[in-house]
């Protein structure tokens, strides 16, 4: 029955993925999406303490975003994007650790011609009623990398659009807030889209979020 239901989560992904190639660029090919959520075991997933992160300047967090959703499936998220940075996958914007961030391909920035995305498929329709977008936030390449202005779209299993959000960033690390009005059900998708960034700002000519908060 797992191994039904898995099938199932992917075949539901991949038929949203399809509505997002349509809109978005495949200058980078179309990446298969991959399970996630949780801590993640990897050299880039680096915790720093309270004094090192005052040190380097990082803009703290305000939101009050539980992550409920998030953390209610560890490993059963899955998760796709428009490309990554080998070392810098999906899954550090889904592992509790703001601090850590997923990183654009080299050229995958609007700044550059591109519509990058990053999404999250459940493993069942779930209700939503805030999602939080975190800049980012890794201290070792904190300026440069920030994405200004976006949109954020709620999906149901089959693709279609059930609530939508655009917006500019706020706050120093021009994060996005979204506290809908009421909640909404049958969500199986949200899908985050960059409209604005710092593509052309840093020597890699990429852009990252920090964290993707839902509840």
């Known amino acids: ?19 997002v190639a349509a809109v978005g660029s495949d200058k980078f090919g179309k990446r298969p999406p991959s399970y996630g959520g949780g801590p993640v075991q990897s050299p880039n997933a680096v915790k720093y303490d309270a004094q090192a992160l005052k040190a380097y300047n990082v803009p703290e967090i305000t939101t009050n975003n539980k992550n409920t959703l998030v953390l209610k499936y ?10 990554i940075w080998d070392g810098w996958p ?16 080299k050229g995958d920035a609007v700044a550059h ?6 999404q999250v ?5 779930v209700t939503v009623k805030h999602v939080t977008i975190l800049g980012n936030r890794d201290p070792r390449w ?6 200004l202005a976006g949109t954020i779209e709620l999906l149901d299993s089959g693709g279609k659009r059930l609530a939508f959000d655009e917006n500019d960033g706020t706050g120093k690390a021009y994060d996005y807030d979204w506290k809908l009005k009421r909640p909404v059900a049958r969500v199986r998708s949200v899908r985050f889209h960059a409209m604005g960034d710092q593509g052309k ?7 990252a979020i920090g964290e993707f908060q839902i509840e």
């Open 1 to 19: 029955m797992a191994h039904l239901a898995n099938s199932l989560a992917m075949l539901t992904a991949l038929t949203i993925l399809t509505s």
């Open 74 to 83: 560890p490993g059963k998220l899955l998760l796709s994007a428009s490309s």
């Open 90 to 105: 999906e899954a550090l914007a889904f592992d509790g650790n703001p601090h850590s961030s997923w990183f654009t391909a």
């Open 113 to 118: 011609g591109t519509k990058p995305w990053l």
């Open 121 to 125: 498929t459940f493993p069942e329709d």
């Open 142 to 147: 904190l300026k440069g990398y920030t994405i």
């Open 201 to 207: 700002a840093n020597p890699y000519d990429d852009i």
